[in-house]
């Protein structure tokens, strides 16, 4: 193998280790191991799979992109948005908890394998730019606010009822005097003591105190004997490796599910992984990130559990810990290994209520208030796209929410490239030079001459615009104008329809007497100019490299 992939696959999460690192990754390993056991075990009740099936995802999965990822500071485990995927698409066409409905999970884990493994292959892992920051706050912030709605009602003893997490909300509301006093007691216990741990010290455990406890509590005063709801039993052992059967009109919730996973896996882990790269000053490789990821759900589908994706939380539970390779998260896997052989039994004494309470606070802590304030403040615009998509994936699910977040980016990006910044080049009043100033009736670069800057691609949506501004400006009566400055520096690339119109407006601008320029500093603009014909032969437009330098030009007399 000597693609450029292949000849990075090397270990260059773990390598090179340095010695008086490893005490160090160990630590943050047993730390990640402590607060992560009852986050993904949580995660079980929004996937609505199994509950060992979360402690598989960080086994089989984590390993494989320890050993295959390129980021040395990636978590790669069960995920919130991702497992509200699954429900959202699969729980039509199988039971949720089910082996069938388990199956259908690890098909889907299979497909974004493959998904991965050719966007790795094809290096398409600049995908990922397609989904904006405001969407993936959008987006995360909506399946928080779904998660925690959904999961409120099992602070209560109550059960779920409604669709949508406004239904649910007001569903709660107005049920709280059936409440069961012993499930709302628990609830309040564990928020008590993860409450006091992060006020004492942010780092200690205080997920994993409250399961510890309950389940403690729970053998002693015999839960399950007096009515309180346990998780019930959990398997022991590995996980055994086999292929899911899928059923031939299933496939298509599995690709939909799949789909879905597939823009969320390479959106979030890609900037999860960028941005620790850039704090550490270590290269990206993106697309090696996409084989691990590949690897992982690619154990994850065979070692029957569900898609696993890069986690911004536990990437920071590491780092806080003091994790700077993969050996941190190989010793996390090592702590769930033991766990699975041996402490799974204990496990089944867990009051389901602790796990509702661990999940809804996982719900909120998805919600990017700081990120939504920021966008408030600094983008109205994209404001809106994020709580669009919020309002989309909490009462009308993931799938839908994603649809919007991708197409509400895409035409805002298309918005600003209709719409784009234009200006007018005018001398500075000191006379030391040139600014721009926004278009407006008789602003003048030198007496009778335009100085017009476009700053945007040139294509077929935005040409009459740029077309019909400046016919405006020279036909303006404030002033006569016999020469046009079009700057260009800011266009990288006039299509056909552009080109034509350009070819127009030249034309039209020399029937009225009036001498029209270019200016560019790109080759490849330039290139494109005179095969179209607009900067060869007598009827060619000039091309200047500076402004100063057409206004001159334009000044001299024919």
């Not at 799949?258 to 890609?270: E, R």
């Not at 941005?275 to 993106?286: D, K």
């Not at 389901?352 to 719900?363: E, H, P």
């Not at 009036?514 to 437009?541: D, Y």
Request: aromatic share 6%; proline share 5%.
């Amino acid at each position: 193998m000597n693609t450029p992939i292949a000849s990075r696959l090397r270990l260059a999460g773990l390598l090179p280790l340095k010695r008086d690192q490893v005490a160090g990754d160990v630590l943050a390993g047993l730390t990640l191991a402590a607060l992560a056991i009852p986050e993904v075990m949580g995660y079980t009740r929004i996937s609505q799979t199994p509950m060992v099936t979360g402690l598989y995802t960080m086994l089989l999965p984590m390993v494989a992109f320890a050993l295959l990822g390129a980021s040395r500071h990636l978590v790669v485990a069960a995920d919130s948005a991702t497992a509200a995927i699954l429900v959202a698409t699969l729980a039509g066409v199988a039971t949720p908890g089910s082996p069938a409905y388990v199956g259908l999970t690890m098909a889907v884990a299979l497909v974004v394998a493959l998904a991965l493994l050719v966007a790795a292959l094809l290096r398409l892992g600049f995908l990922a730019d397609f989904l904006s920051r405001s969407a993936l706050i959008g987006l995360l912030s909506g399946i928080g606010v779904q998660v925690a709605a959904g999961e409120l009602p099992g602070l209560f003893g109550l059960s779920r009822q409604g669709e949508g997490a406004l239904q649910q909300l007001l569903s709660t509301l107005g049920r709280l005097d059936q409440s069961r006093i012993d499930h709302l007691l628990v609830a309040v216990g564990v928020l008590g003591v993860i409450a006091v741990c992060r006020r004492l010290d942010r780092r200690l455990p205080g997920a994993l105190l409250a399961v510890a406890a309950s389940i403690l509590l729970s053998a002693l005063l015999d839960f399950p004997g007096r009515g309180l709801d346990v998780v019930g039993t959990v398997p022991s052992g590995l996980p055994r490796l086999v292929l899911p059967a899928v059923g031939p009109s299933q496939w298509n919730a599995v690709l939909v599910s799949a789909a879905s996973c597939f823009v969320v896996i390479l959106a979030q882990s890609s900037a999860t992984a960028r941005a620790y790269a850039l704090r550490y000053r270590e290269r990206s490789l993106e697309n090696v990130d996409l084989v691990g990821l590949a690897s992982a759900n690619l154990a994850a589908g065979l070692s029957g559990t569900f898609v696993v994706n890069g986690s911004p939380t536990k990437t920071e539970m590491v780092d806080a810990a003091g994790g700077r390779s993969q050996l941190a998260h190989l010793s996390a896997a090592g702590v769930v290994l033991l766990v699975l052989l041996f402490f799974t039994r204990p496990l089944g004494l867990l009051p389901a209520a602790v796990l509702s309470t661990i999940v809804f606070l996982i719900g909120l802590k998805l919600i990017d208030w700081n990120g939504l304030r920021e966008l408030w403040r600094l983008q109205r615009n994209e404001f809106v796209i994020a709580m669009a998509t919020v309002v989309t994936v909490a009462q009308v699910g993931v799938m839908p929410g994603i649809t919007l977040a991708v197409v509400l980016s895409l035409i805002e990006q298309v918005r600003h490239t209709y719409r784009p910044r234009t200006c007018l080049w005018t001398p500075r009043r000191d006379g030391t030079g040139l600014h721009t100033v926004p278009v407006a009736p008789g602003v003048l670069a030198a007496p009778g001459i335009l100085a017009y800057r476009f700053e945007a691609n040139l294509f077929y949506a935005n040409a009459n615009r740029f077309t019909q501004e400046v016919l405006a400006m020279v036909n303006q009566p404030e002033a006569v104008i016999q020469g046009l400055v079009v700057d260009a520096s800011g266009i990288d690339d006039v299509d056909y329809s552009a080109a034509k119109a350009l070819l127009e407006l030249r034309d039209l601008l020399m029937a009225g007497g009036v001498r029209s320029v270019l200016v560019t500093n790109s080759r490849a603009i330039l290139e494109e100019l005179k095969r179209f014909g607009l900067a060869r032969g007598e009827h060619g437009m000039g091309i200047f490299s500076s402004v100063p330098e057409a206004i001159e030009a334009l000044s001299q007399p024919l």
